[in-house]
């Protein structure tokens, strides 16, 4: 990899000299059949919302409707946690482990047989590439429903001492951004330890999510474990009231978050929040440049940048910074934007126009506040919302694009100068979800880890998931942990 553009590149087609380019390599639309409309999934059937209320959800990189999906109002959260609670006294708590890990598997491994199906459908209603989809946000959710159906039998050896009981239902509101690995975040593990759920997709992306319930009729599941309400936050702030809830589950915006802690608050329902970030991914002057420059690009480029713990704030050591970003700049040459059904596309279209609007201004706010602002030679497809791949240089730490979360391809870029440094700036945030550490020297690693205040800390990588693995932040960026064993205390009264 020579970094130097030889590899073609949609972007870097204007560019002169360059000898060849990729032909297009698309995945077949045709591998998934999409209704024209989708109802409610409550107690193991399709069915309208109880006022016939509709929404459509388009395909973001072309603005193509796909579908009609029911809007759920409070009377069907009311039927939906009914129905739960049905099936959590009936069927679901006093079933053994060892049968509820069965039904687990089983959706595993449906998940694996219809993978392709997922990954062209998840591209289609979120905008993001299809090699994403296809080897991360399938693959991780799959494996969270594996690594779960593995504890339901052995929950009292989790180390939350004997007996732990689940809560009862689980009300889960997801986010837009990973559509069906958040589904499988929050199902696998609350059905491992024996609650019933339901499940509120994002009203841009609800597809997925009702092709998963599909898939839990396929795997036999008794109705009423899992539900899914398709709606928009009037959906979800009806389902985190509802009286009938013991646990609500909530990945999304910190604003948001805030509301349904206030919701909550003096109920007696349990709560998880995971939020927004702000991450700094640190890069020292003795770090392997070019593995840093392609973590810096996994850091905030994969899925547009959509990524609560997306890598946005690049501090880089000033001694390094020159080689970095130039390398960085030629690095961003060489990355494909457009067709998110293309095999070769890098990145594909911001979920929304309201998402699309929120990274545009900010972007401007960093331009006139004084950062500088480049981005590589990039054609936008006429139809659709997107965002040319950005990375701002000379940002101060007062700089709105320093401080808030854009969730979009932007990059502010940082220096310092010692680690002392280092650390005030990564801290210097109301966030606390991740970071990332570039150096060769361990033992600066292990420091760094202990002083930054971030959830999660990848040394020399980015962006690693493993369902045994814990997640989730502090402060603003929420409370509670998701996969591996301290995912479980989530869902168990322990
Ligand atoms: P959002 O927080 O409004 O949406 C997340 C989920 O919450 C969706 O299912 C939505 O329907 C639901 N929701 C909205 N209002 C609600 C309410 N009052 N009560 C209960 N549920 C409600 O996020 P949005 O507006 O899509 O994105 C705004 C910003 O939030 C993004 O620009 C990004 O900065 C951040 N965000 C962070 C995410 C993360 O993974 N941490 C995911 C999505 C957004
Ligand atoms: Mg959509």
Redesign the pocket.
């Known amino acids: 990899m020579d970094g130097d553009g030889a590899r073609g590149s949609a972007l870097a087609t204007t560019a002169p000299g360059l000898a060849w380019e990729y032909a297009p390599a698309p995945e077949s639309r045709d591998v998934v059949s999409i209704a024209p409309e989708y109802g409610l999934f409550i107690d193991g059937e399709f069915g309208p919302a109880a006022d016939g209320g509709t929404f459509a959800t388009i395909n973001p990189a072309t603005e193509e409707p796909l579908a009609r999906v029911a809007q759920a109002g409070p009377a069907d959260v009311g039927r939906a946690v009914a129905a739960a609670r049905r099936a959590y006294e009936t069927t679901w708590r006093p079933m053994p482990g060892a049968e509820r890990a069965k039904y687990l598997y089983r959706i595993a491994r449906v998940l694996q047989e219809r993978a392709r199906e997922f990954a062209v459908l998840e591209s289609l209603d979120n905008g993001k590439p299809i090699k994403e989809s296809r080897d991360t946000d399938i693959p991780l959710a799959a494996a969270h429903f594996f690594y779960y159906a593995g504890w339901a039998d052995k929950l009292e050896h989790a180390g939350f001492g004997p007996g732990p009981r689940p809560l009862g239902v689980a009300g889960q509101?997801?986010?837009?951004?990973?559509p069906l690995l958040?589904a499988a975040w929050k199902l696998a593990p609350a059905l491992a330890a024996g609650n019933t759920c339901v499940l509120?997709?994002?009203?841009?992306t609800p597809l997925t999510a009702l092709l998963l319930a599909e898939v839990c009729q396929q795997a036999g599941l008794p109705p009423g474990v899992v539900n899914v309400l398709t709606?928009?936050?009037?959906?979800?702030?009806a389902?985190?009231g509802h009286q009938g809830v013991d646990k609500i589950a909530?990945?999304?915006?910190?604003?948001?978050?805030k509301?349904?802690a206030a919701?909550v608050a003096g109920t007696g329902k349990k709560v998880t929040l995971?939020?927004?970030?702000k991450a700094a991914n640190i890069i020292f002057d003795d770090a392997p440049v070019e593995a840093a420059v392609e973590g810096i690009v996994n850091g905030i480029f994969f899925n547009q940048g959509?990524?609560?713990c997306a890598g946005s704030r690049l501090l880089v050591q000033e001694s390094a910074a020159q080689e970095v970003t130039d390398r960085l700049r030629r690095r961003l040459g060489t990355l494909r934007l457009g067709d998110p059904l293309d095999k070769n596309t890098d990145i594909g279209a911001i979920n929304?126009r309201?998402?699309l609007d929120?990274i545009t201004e900010l972007s401007a706010a960093g331009q006139a506040e004084g950062a500088d602002r480049w981005s590589p030679p990039c054609e936008l497809p006429g139809r659709g919302f997107w965002f040319a791949p950005t990375i701002f240089t000379g940002v101060a730490q007062s700089h709105r694009i320093a401080r808030e979360?854009?969730?979009g391809p932007v990059l502010s870029v940082l220096t310092f100068r010692t680690p002392d440094e280092a650390v005030a700036k990564a801290n210097n945030t109301p966030y606390g979800l991740s970071a990332g550490v570039w150096t060769e020297k361990g033992s600066r690693i292990l420091w760094l880890a202990s002083k930054l205040r971030a959830g999660v800390v990848w040394a020399n990588t980015y962006n690693r998931f493993d369902p045994a693995s814990p997640f989730g932040g502090y402060t603003e960026s929420g409370y509670g942990r998701e996969g591996g064993r301290h995912g479980l205390a989530a869902y168990l009264d322990a």
């Open positions: 509101i997801i986010p837009w951004n990973f958040m509120k997709p994002a009203e841009t709606g928009a936050g009037g959906t979800g702030a389902l985190a909530f990945t999304g915006s910190t604003e948001v978050g509301q349904i919701t995971e939020l927004g970030g959509h990524v609560c929304s309201a998402q929120k979360e854009i969730f």
